[in-house]
């Protein structure tokens, strides 16, 4: 018998040859080993859920709906999934009406159908710099040119997003994270979402606020979301996976009407319905008694590990590392001291045990080497102090400087 040939590699869409391994996901791997401390991987704690209250949720469900969580639904979501969407919406203070929401695998899949409804090849998007690099990623399929606008501890600097509109830029749509952002950790400013707002609806360019973090403050005031401040000209996400787990993939997005149908039709052409079993859980577990205190049990763990990561920054990073202080969400933001590059270290972290995201994840250039994401949300406090000790010691050896020194600064 004559051996097979392997046949020649099929011709690919042009935009295939673009697309590429995220950063985060290269690290998985690695930062899957039971001996590394990752501080990697944005992933909400649901070890802290309780199972009987799971079991209790997913068991009612298979008790009264089973023939419905087995069988295909309509496109755009199980009624009561999207009225529990626009009851949790309406607890930062949006009015969503339910038929204007559309269900999707996560937010993911609702960035990425955003994405094919606005984007041709070559068009603009404006991101934050950093910005998610998942968006990155679901955009980048689409072809389109990036413009990162930067960010300071008020979130996006809009007044550079400004100097760019006044320059004749109109870009498809101004992307961003406003509350706790991924990775910075930082929350836009009440005076900039209304300069911001104020200034897309001058030029006509639409808003995707991307909004997973929000129900996760820590401290401060809620501030109030960019859709509450203008329905009409910001296309919102939003995703149980923070508040409650992410394995069931629900995630949804509002728009206003028409532009909400065009959505619509583009994510059923992509998976015709998402998992009913899914959406009903999800509903039944927002609408129970569990809700409230274990999304509170949530706010207490992270806001202890948030803090235990700024505490162990400031006794283990040398001198010239900055970092930022979020008030809410899963990340910490840091620079290194000057010279170091925080991509090509990563390598030797992971000799030590320790993994992070590097900064070049973030930025559609491949700009950050000098940044690192760090998250608090999944490793323990003592696994955070330990991971960051790792870190920090070599970081000092960097730099010359003993982490003797460092932890006593």
């Not at 389109?144 to 749509?173: H, Q, T, Y």
């Amino acid at each position: 018998m004559q051996p097979v040939q392997p046949l020649p590699f099929p011709p690919l869409a042009a935009r295939a040859a673009g697309l590429s391994e995220s950063e985060v996901r290269a690290l998985f791997s690695v930062a899957s080993r039971p001996d590394v401390v990752s501080l990697a991987g944005g992933m909400p704690d649901v070890r802290i859920l309780p199972a009987e209250h799971v079991a209790e949720i997913v068991a009612r469900v298979v008790r009264r709906e089973l023939g419905r969580a087995l069988q295909y639904c309509g496109g755009a979501g199980l009624p009561e999934t999207r009225e529990a969407a626009a009851e949790l919406m309406a607890m930062e203070g949006i009015h969503a009406d339910p038929g204007n929401v559309l269900i999707t695998a996560g937010g993911q899949q609702a960035l990425d159908t955003v994405a094919k409804v606005f984007l041709d090849p070559g068009d603009r998007v404006v991101v934050e710099g950093p910005s998610y690099v998942g968006a990155i990623s679901a955009f980048s399929a689409y072809e389109p040119r990036f413009l990162a606008v930067g960010m300071d501890d008020d979130g996006m600097i809009v007044e550079d997003l400004a100097e760019l509109f006044a320059g004749g830029v109109r870009p498809k749509f101004v992307y961003t994270v406003p509350s706790f952002s991924n990775p910075a950790g930082v929350t836009m400013s009440y005076t900039r979402r209304l300069r911001l707002i104020s200034l897309c609806r001058e030029h006509g360019v639409p808003i995707v606020e991307d909004n997973p973090y929000g129900m996760l403050r820590f401290e401060g005031e809620p501030l109030p979301t960019l859709h509450s401040l203008d329905p009409e000209n910001v296309v919102y996400i939003g995703s149980a996976s923070k508040v409650f787990a992410p394995g069931f993939r629900v995630g949804w997005t509002t728009a206003r009407p028409g532009l909400f149908e065009r959505l619509l039709v583009a994510k059923e052409a992509e998976d015709l319905c998402s998992s009913a079993f899914g959406q009903l859980t999800v509903a039944a577990y927002v609408r129970s008694e569990h809700f409230a205190p274990n999304l509170a049990g949530y706010l207490a763990l992270y806001r202890e590990r948030r803090d235990a990561m700024l505490a162990a920054l400031e006794a283990h990073f040398p001198e010239g590392a900055t970092w930022t202080r979020p008030r809410g969400g899963f990340y910490v933001w840091a620079g290194l001291p000057d010279g170091l590059d925080a991509k090509a270290l990563l390598p030797e972290a992971v000799e030590r045990r320790v993994a992070y995201v590097p900064g070049t994840a973030f930025y559609p250039d491949g700009r950050g080497r000098d940044r690192m994401r760090l998250s608090f949300c999944y490793p323990t406090v003592g696994e955070i102090h330990e991971g960051v000790r790792r870190l920090g010691e070599l970081l000092c050896e960097q730099t010359g400087e003993a982490a003797s020194e460092a932890a006593s600064a």
